[in-house]
């Protein structure tokens, strides 16, 4: 069974960095593009960051970009999300986005049940 | 940015009845949208990639159809686990996307 476990989450003060990271199963995370979304407590989703099967490409959201910086590491089947000077605004549940492709994605078809990032002070 | 619009913000329906969603892009984006369900307290699932292609295992109820700035996602006939937030979402922007608002499909 594909699968998708994120990890990393917490409570954290503005100004202050995390680091997310997405551990995969049942499937070879180097074939496919993957993705990082979020969303703010009742409120839609917001795609916030993806990465092509070999980093060739990386994406951002404009709301993100010049703090977050995704990557990921093939060989030990994982993705990453690094996430500096955090805003109260950045707090949401952030779920890790298998893609259907590896380039150009397409869409994202295994999702993981997500990691929950809360900046306070 | 390629800003989607979905339409109605909330479709008050009964069992049985047929759904028709609506998502509007801000600029042509030809067939690349997806569509996504979510129900409460569970992580998003793809129904509909490229406009009208159902993804592994969707029912044949849901359909998409449409191309450059208007598309719509039909539930042929509502069952009671089809009550839920639907997503669309474009990929023609590349390396940014973005997803539409959303449409809540409540029993009524």
């Known amino acids: 069974e594909m699968q998708l476990v994120e990890s990393g989450g917490g409570l954290v003060q503005p100004g202050r960095s995390l680091r997310l990271s997405c551990a995969a199963s049942g499937f070879t995370l180097e074939d496919f593009a993957m993705h990082w979304v979020r969303q703010a407590p009742g409120k839609g989703l917001e795609w916030v960051s993806g990465i092509t099967w070999n980093s060739g490409t990386m994406g951002y959201a404009d709301s993100v970009k010049g703090r977050f910086s995704i990557s990921r590491d093939n060989a030990k089947n994982s993705l990453y999300l690094q996430m500096n000077s955090l805003r109260a605004e950045d707090t949401a549940l952030y779920y890790c986005a298998k893609d259907m492709n590896g380039d150009p994605p397409y869409a994202f078809n295994i999702w993981g049940r997500g990691t929950m990032v809360t900046v306070t002070s | 940015e390629i800003v989607l619009t979905q339409s109605p913000a909330t479709l008050s329906l009964s069992p049985g009845e047929r759904a028709t969603l609506s998502c509007r892009a801000s600029?042509?984006?030809?067939?690349?949208l997806a569509w996504y369900q979510q129900r409460p307290g569970q992580a998003p699932r793809l129904l509909i990639y490229d406009a009208s292609n159902r993804a592994t295992g969707i029912p044949a109820r849901f359909s998409g159809s449409g191309s450059g700035t208007d598309f719509t996602l039909t539930i042929s006939s509502l069952e009671p686990e089809d009550f839920a937030v639907y997503y669309c979402?474009?990929?023609?922007?590349?390396?940014?996307?973005?997803f539409g608002g959303g449409t809540k499909v409540e029993i009524k």
């Open positions: 979402q474009q990929r023609s922007n590349w390396p940014r996307l973005t």
């Open positions: 600029q042509s984006i030809s067939r690349y």
